[in-house]
């Protein structure tokens, strides 16, 4: 008998392809979805054994004529994820209702479902940063893109109050994401990239100024979260399997941004060098300056695995993005 494959959507994203690479390295089969011009064209992964390729398009003809081959999952880390995209209408087509297809699909063919939701639905935290899921309905976003996450989590909830529902789910709202092969995402790319090619090139990088009274010019504070981390626990939601929810995945710690860029400069080996610019006027008001994610759900579920530190988090993609220059 053939062996069911694992669908990875986003599988030629940064999070989707590191994905991809630690299931090949498992011995895990998959069917990696996207855009199909997207994986010859991301140089930084061109080493990546991706398997069977499928463009994104394709995929939906595929559900709609019911051609798929058996799977043994779908982990769908597949969008539209550029927070200053303001096209509501393209962002519910790529962050909703693709992603409705493709529960429905896992719902009625009693697949597992893994998917990539956002910490971005949280706004300006007046919530906390806490997964409780009676808090959700609650939330607003700050911005088109969060609330297209934010509409997908509602949705899910919904559908499984009514029955219709994958045998196991999870969603996992993404902090601040890091790591090698990243470079695609241009000005989405973390500050890690942003500042490795700044030192690299002038031998001094840039941070935002502060704008709001109290907090100190690159002390606005993130829960950065190593992509390889990341890896770890989508693949225990799968083995677990995590019987449902929607979880925080950060490391549990907000750090600044100085603290992120100095962690650049020490991993170089260069002195600190650091200019301060002003926050565009088109994002100020939108500006998240503190994000932490609570961990507890997670850790109640079952992970006890500790998350890499910033400094060898940073420390570690330095090396590779030196090693591929």
Known sequence: ???????VTGAAGF?????VASCRARGIDVIAVDCAEHFPARSEHSTIDYGEILDRDVLLEKIQANTLPPLAGIVHLGACTDTTEMRVDYLTKLNLEYSKTLWSYAAKHRL???????????GDGAFGYVDDEALIPKLQPLNPYGESKQAFDLWVLAQERAGLHPPAWSGFKFFNVYGYG???KGKMSSVVIQAFDQICTTGKTRLFRSHRAGIADGHQSRDFIYVEDVVQVLHFALETPLARGIYNLGTGHARTFLDLVRAVFAALGKPEQIDFVDTPEAIRERYQYFTEASMQRLRDAGY?????????????YVAELQKNS
């Open 304 to 316: 006890r695995t500790p998350f890499t530190s910033l400094e060898d988090g940073v420390r570690a």
């Open 112 to 122: 597992f479902f893994v998917y990539a939701s956002s910490a971005a639905t949280y």
């Open 1 to 7: 008998m053939t062996p069911k494959k694992l669908l």
């Open 15 to 19: 999070i989707g392809t590191r994905f």
């Open 182 to 184: 990243e470079r695609h």
